[in-house]
């Protein structure tokens, strides 16, 4: 179902050229406010406000695109050498388009002065802990 006030539901009718990868269920563009060279966001066609409204059959059509392009990154910058994978889902979660989208950000040694805690670091102080032994 389209949504004709959504930037999602549009794009893949508006501006195609944006799509780097697709299928029937889902498809690929790069951000266009990227954090990180090749930050890239998984959508489903099908007008859905975040990942908990997802089909099963949407949930695998973007872990599908999802792997495909994160090879397909690795082989074209070999400085890539991990990744996070996120969503937000929810307005108090930081959702400003309220379609479901799913960001892959490809991440590099020393870009960040310590990566520990990944996506922790989206509250303040939260990021870095102590191991508990």
């Known amino acids: 179902m389209k949504n004709d006030m959504?930037?999602?539901?549009?794009?893949?009718?508006?501006?195609r050229k944006r799509i780097v990868a697709e299928d029937s269920l889902?498809?690929?563009?790069?951000?266009?406010?990227?954090?990180?060279?090749g930050h890239t966001l998984f959508i489903p066609?099908?007008?859905?406000?975040?990942?908990?409204?997802?089909?099963?059959?949407?949930v695998n059509a973007?872990?599908?695109?999802?792997t495909e392009q994160k090879k397909l990154l690795q082989k074209e910058d070999s400085s890539i050498d991990g990744?996070?994978?996120?969503?937000?889902?929810?307005?108090?979660a930081g959702q400003t388009i309220f379609h479901c989208h799913v960001h892959l950000i490809p991440r590099r040694?020393?870009?960040?002065?310590?990566?520990?805690?990944?996506?922790?670091?989206?509250?303040?102080?939260?990021?870095?802990?102590?191991?508990k032994k």
């Open 26 to 37: 889902a498809y690929a563009i790069r951000d266009g406010f990227a954090v990180t060279e």
């Open 45 to 58: 066609k099908r007008h859905v406000i975040d990942y908990f409204g997802l089909l099963p059959a949407e």
């Open 109 to 131: 040694k020393g870009d960040v002065e310590n990566p520990r805690g990944g996506v922790r670091h989206i509250i303040a102080g939260k990021g870095f802990y102590e191991d």
């Open 83 to 92: 990744f996070n994978i996120g969503m937000n889902c929810g307005e108090s």
């Open 6 to 15: 959504c930037l999602f539901c549009e794009l893949p009718l508006s501006d």
């Open 62 to 66: 973007i872990n599908t695109l999802m």
